[in-house]
């Protein structure tokens, strides 16, 4: 996935968890655990998990720390020339910018025909029911994110674990104690981590 030098991130090696933080922090702390004199810490695995999302971040820890930086700013610049590269608005009279961003919409024709009756018109009520939708659904959408975050880490650090389907059932029933049970063997960081992503979705 993309991300940028201040994304939030945790990093494993193995089992262990060696760093959590902002990207160019974690990345050198991975890059320093991956040079490491010692054969057992150079030759186990470095994942860099998003800590909101548990997608894995790709970084190239080759080279010095200078060059692992510069990677990373480059990365953030090439980030940010994507979202300056969207076209802008045409400039004209009217309302203000808004920052809205046109999409193709499909409807059926009734849709269309009561949007258009809305104050304001089709655009506006569209922006009013999302707003809507998403302060209704604030809270499954926040538990649904929590379980798929916890879900995606899970499966990439403990698959093969003893207990890993029981806890994923666990998890997506929203059994706080069957979970905590089910992944209590597992190593300590690991357990603790795939915890903390799960609080949401586990919560009353």
């Not at 057992?40 to 200078?66: K, M």
């Not at 990365?75 to 940010?80: L, N, T």
């Not at 203000?96 to 809305?118: I, K, S, Y």
């Amino acid at each position: 996935m993309q991300a940028t030098p201040d994304t939030r991130c945790t990093a494993f090696a193995g089992t262990r968890r060696i760093a959590s933080g902002a990207l160019r922090h974690v990345a050198l702390v991975a890059q320093r655990e991956l040079q490491s004199n010692d054969p057992q810490a150079g030759s186990e695995p470095i994942l860099i998990f998003d800590e909101r999302t548990s997608h894995l971040i790709e970084v190239d820890l080759r080279g010095s720390s200078a060059d692992l930086l510069k990677r990373l700013a480059e990365s953030d610049v090439a980030v940010r020339a994507e979202v300056e590269d969207l076209p802008e608005p045409r400039k004209g009279p009217g309302r203000p910018r808004l920052g809205v961003v046109a999409r193709e919409v499909t409807l059926l024709p009734r849709h269309w025909q009561w949007l258009a009756a809305q104050p304001g018109g089709a655009s506006v009520a569209l922006r009013k029911l999302v707003e809507d939708a998403r302060r209704a659904n604030a809270g499954n959408d926040r538990k649904r994110a929590a379980q798929e975050s916890a879900y995606r880490f899970m499966a990439t650090m403990a698959g093969d674990a003893p207990g890993f389907e029981e806890a994923t059932r666990a998890l997506f029933a929203g059994d706080a104690s069957a979970f905590e049970e089910r992944i209590g063997a597992w190593p300590d960081d690991v357990r603790d981590h795939a915890a903390l992503l799960a609080a949401d979705a586990l919560r009353d």
